[in-house]
């Protein structure tokens, strides 16, 4: 096992890391911006460095600073968690000239997957359903005019190198086309320095299904069973649980299949997740993308599945074979996640950074988790996201995990900043939430609308 690992990001994902790896006997290095140096997980590292100032840039983005305290300090492997350099197959291939582990797949699978063309081409290749759309990347207006007409509209444009919901418009119909089209270009060129698109047609009303995998260095790919991502606001997730109300036994045997499949057909190394949209009328289930590294919403299911993602995630780096096999892996009871911001939903949820001057987290009980890097007195700074905390909550069955996330959220208080508290309390106390009929459509369609107008 490693002696160190340094963690190249902050926040509650960070502070996650830390924890696991020491339940592993695993000494850690913490990195931090100048606005950080009050951070939780740089107090709770065995080590910390500063690795420039406060903007992302020239502080977390920054893999010559980030490569130079790891050597510094002797680490042996470097986990990315999510966001910031996670998926970037270049800090990837200059760990591994380092000599230094890179807790996630290879630089390779990373290019082959992070660009949406190529990840579709290999899926296609591998048996798994893609949806009608450009074979190749779309640079014009009037090429993606022209496909959409022949793909047959509601289509999707997507950043071919994007993510985090960049790049990303809907179209309805060609009048609407070449400005979403111009739009969406000007946004991934500013976002990934890159401006090609492609196509799709846009499967309507849908579900967001992602199926998480775990795959080790001797071939050894199992999965951890579905997630329902339909919850979300601008491509952003902002409620997820386990398992899928919408899924059946059937259905969930081919779907997680397929993402099995999928991760085996690219020879993926380390935790992944594979993004599917589901036609709920049809039973049909299309690839979106993959992720690459350790989700978000990770803890909802290592609640169902009793699986650890990040220890498994650096056990796989160190070299040793997963710790459960498929078989092993037996699904209990139901998982829900709410993300906690602090922002203003009542202000196109516009962020809200301060001071807190009062924080009491949910606590209690069986089955509630509170992944947090906050504390009382804290300042969260301007320069990044505004996530305060996530709540997840586990109970044998629907009903109890939606009741036990209703207790939590009455209880979480946060003095001193405006957050989404509220917000995701009459989210989860919504009647067509709590009979699970929604789709991806679901919050900004209907649910937001009738929220405004209180």
């Known amino acids: 096992m490693f002696n160190k690992i340094l963690i190249a990001n902050r926040g509650e994902i960070a502070v996650r890391i830390i924890r696991a790896a020491r339940e592993l006997g695993v000494a850690t290095v913490a990195v931090y911006s100048e606005a950080d140096r009050d951070a939780l997980h740089v107090a709770l590292a065995d080590e910390a460095i500063c690795i420039g100032p406060a903007r992302a840039t020239e502080s977390y983005l920054n893999m010559n600073n980030i490569l130079e305290a790891a050597v510094a300090t002797g680490a042996q492997a470097i986990h990315p968690g999510f966001g910031f350099l996670s998926e970037n197959s270049k800090f990837a291939r200059l760990c591994e000239e380092m000599n230094i582990k890179f807790i996630g797949p290879s630089a390779q699978v990373m290019d082959m997957m992070g660009d949406k063309i190529n990840a579709r081409a290999e899926m296609v290749k591998a048996g798994v359903p893609v949806t009608p759309g450009s074979e190749g990347e779309v640079y014009t207006s009037e090429e993606a005019l022209t496909l959409a007409n022949r793909i047959g509209y509601p289509v999707m444009l997507k950043a071919s190198a994007g993510g985090g919901g960049k790049g990303i418009r809907k179209v309805s119909n060609a009048e609407e086309l070449v400005p979403a089209f111009e739009a969406a270009t000007a946004?991934?060129?500013?976002?990934?320095?890159?401006?090609?698109?492609?196509?799709?047609?846009?499967?309507?009303?849908?579900?967001?299904?992602?199926?998480?995998?775990?795959?080790?260095?001797?071939?050894?790919?199992?999965?951890?069973?579905?997630?329902?991502?339909?919850?979300?606001?601008?491509?952003?997730?902002?409620?997820?649980?386990?398992?899928?109300?919408?899924?059946?036994?059937?259905?969930?045997?081919?779907?997680?299949?397929?993402?099995?499949?999928?991760?085996?057909?690219?020879?993926?190394?380390?935790?992944?997740?594979?993004?599917?949209?589901?036609?709920?009328a049809s039973g049909d289930f299309f690839f979106m993308e993959m992720n690459t590294r350790v989700q978000v919403e990770h803890p909802v299911t290592e609640f169902v599945s009793g699986v650890d993602i990040v220890k498994e995630q650096i056990r796989i780096a160190d070299g040793q074979e997963l710790s459960v096999k498929q078989e092993d892996i037996e699904f209990k009871g139901h998982a829900i996640e709410c993300r906690i911001n602090a922002e203003n939903p009542k202000f196109n949820f516009a962020p809200s950074p301060g001071k807190i001057t009062n924080l009491f987290l949910p606590s209690g009980g069986v089955g509630l988790r509170v992944d947090s890097a906050m504390y009382t007195g804290y300042t969260i700074p301007p320069y990044y996201d505004s996530m305060i905390a996530k709540v997840i909550v586990h109970g044998e069955n629907r009903f109890e995990a939606l009741m036990k996330m209703q207790r939590a959220l009455l209880e979480f208080d946060v003095e001193g900043l405006t957050t989404n508290i509220d917000f995701q309390l009459e989210l989860i106390s919504d009647d067509n939430v709590i009979a699970g009929d929604y789709d991806t459509s679901f919050l900004a369609n209907t649910f937001l609308p009738e929220y405004l107008e209180k």
């Open 187 to 280: 946004e991934a060129k500013a976002a990934f320095g890159n401006g090609a698109m492609f196509i799709e047609r846009m499967i309507f009303p849908a579900r967001h299904i992602e199926v998480q995998i775990l795959a080790d260095q001797h071939g050894n790919v199992i999965h951890l069973g579905e997630r329902d991502c339909s919850l979300q606001r601008n491509n952003q997730k902002v409620l997820e649980e386990s398992p899928s109300v919408a899924i059946g036994h059937t259905l969930r045997e081919r779907i997680c299949q397929a993402a099995v499949k999928a991760a085996a057909h690219v020879n993926y190394e380390n935790a992944g997740t594979i993004e599917f949209l589901l036609d709920e």
